[in-house]
């Protein structure tokens, strides 16, 4: 075997599964809703409307949002992987493996598994549009015509997944993997890093700003000065997130009290502020995004209601029209928010299968079972209640700030986005997503005796 197999690089092929999964995801995304585009198309053309074209253009947004997404899940995956195998990584150095050759061995893991989850995720798309045309067919609800078993896009789509997930691996390794990283690099320059996150949220803020006085004047450019302001925001985040995260996670943690186990799990999720940003940042995009378009959609209908002259019946009418359009909207995001999530399980899985020699003094120290599940279970509500805290503020921002440059001309003041179901609902949902990145790290972490775990390198 060679000194650079893909094996010896990543190791167990559990470790990278998370691309696959995430790879099916985002292709069987794109795949159904191309083929959503091609149905509506049909339906149009004996209606004589455009809707599919629309769909299209729509679809091919969102599923951009997804690729990056992923993008984000997969480079943190792939950072995690590494820090997780340093010491292999640095065997591999000394018996000659260079940086290059490093990179290749991991890209060509990645490529292959990346490519088995895009096709597996393609032919569930095609599975699910079959079974949907067929359903739609029965009610004659859908025209009698041939459809493409591959939908048009879907390929393109594809082909974009595993170039995604390459160019995520390209860049979570490029660091890491560094002619200097595997033999004890310098530390990261947190003064530069911290100015140009500062820069860039500063300067977004302003953008946001610009926004919403362009709304008051009632300017079509508002919205593009909204998104750009939003983009240049979330870029700042991302670029500074190891350097505030652990702050907001030290503080949720806190809540979990004082005893052994919220106490080591609170050092546990801040020891290493690079670790605590992989396993947050995803999530932190998922919850921004649902709440962006929720508080949205919440702050058009607060503005619609407080326009004079609105009958009652057309209150409702706008109402409901506003409701489904959030619900759809809301429901082609989801995949992201689900993205992020298996994202945010499979980096809590690693990073407890990493500190298996940690658990094994802890428990050699009298750590019970359930101290450890405790344990496990804290760390995690930390880190997704940190991201979902700040995702649910930057969400609520940028959704109100859209609405204000939308129709900020003819509503009076700023109105603010508040979707409580949403929020109730984001909130339930991270904690349940919590519950179950925690529960198969808790019980590998317990199975494993204390002797053998003190013996693993």
């Not at 995720?121 to 591959?150: F, K, M």
């Not at 200097?180 to 990261?188: H, M």
């Not at 409901?320 to 928010?337: D, E, G, N, Q």
């Amino acid at each position: 075997m060679k000194a650079t197999s893909s094996r010896l690089i990543v190791g167990r092929l559990r470790e990278v599964s998370t691309i696959g999964v995430v790879s099916a995801l985002a292709a069987a995304y794109g795949t159904v809703l191309f083929g959503a585009s091609d149905i509506m198309t049909a339906l149009a053309d004996v209606e004589d409307g455009s809707a599919g074209i629309l769909l299209g253009v729509v679809a091919s947004v969102f599923i951009m949002i997804a690729l990056f997404v992923s993008a984000v899940v997969i480079s943190n995956g792939v950072d995690t992987v590494i820090a997780s195998r340093t010491q292999q990584l640095t065997l591999l150095r000394l018996i000659g493996a260079d940086s290059r050759q490093l990179r290749a061995g991991l890209l060509r893991a990645v490529a292959q598994v990346a490519t088995i989850g895009t096709v597996a995720g393609v032919v569930i798309g095609i599975a699910l549009l079959a079974a949907v045309r067929a359903v739609l067919g029965a009610r004659d609800v859908l025209p009698a015509s041939s459809y493409a078993v591959l939908p048009t896009g879907s390929i393109a789509a594809a082909v974009a997944v595993v170039a995604t997930a390459l160019a995520a691996t390209a860049i979570g390794a490029r660091r890491p993997l560094g002619a200097s990283a595997l033999q004890g690099s310098a530390p990261v320059r947190t003064g530069i890093r911290g100015a140009v996150a500062g820069t860039a949220i500063l300067l977004g803020g302003l953008l946001l700003a610009i926004a919403c006085v362009l709304g008051e004047r009632a300017s079509l450019a508002g919205f593009g000065v909204a998104f750009l302001g939003s983009a240049t925001v979330g870029i700042g985040v991302l670029i500074g997130a190891r350097l505030f995260l652990p702050t907001v996670v030290a503080a949720v943690g806190r809540l979990g009290g004082d005893g052994p186990s919220a106490l080591v799990a609170r050092k546990n999720a801040i020891s290493d502020p690079a670790r605590t940003a992989r396993s947050t940042v995803g999530l932190l995009i998922g919850v921004t995004l649902i709440t962006t378009i929720a508080a949205g959609m919440s702050a058009l209908g607060a503005s619609v209601h407080s326009w004079e002259g609105m009958s009652p019946q057309d209150a409702a009418e706008t109402e409901r029209i506003l409701s489904a359009i959030s619900a759809v909207l809301i429901a082609l995001i989801a995949i992201s928010a689900v993205i992020a999530g298996v994202g945010f399980v499979s980096t809590m899985s690693l990073t407890v299968i990493s500190r298996t020699r940690e658990i094994g003094m802890l428990r050699a120290m009298g750590f019970t079972g359930r101290q450890i599940r405790s344990m496990i279970t804290l760390e995690s509500l930390a880190l997704s209640g940190a991201a979902s805290l700040v995702g649910l503020l930057l969400g609520l921002i940028f959704g109100s700030v859209g609405s204000q440059s939308l129709i900020g001309g003819i509503t009076d003041g700023f109105h603010l986005g508040l979707p409580w179901p949403a929020l109730v609902g984001i909130v339930i949902a991270t904690a349940l997503l919590v519950v179950i990145a925690s529960l198969p790290p808790s019980r590998r972490a317990v199975a494993v005796a204390p002797t053998t775990a003190l013996a693993t390198a």
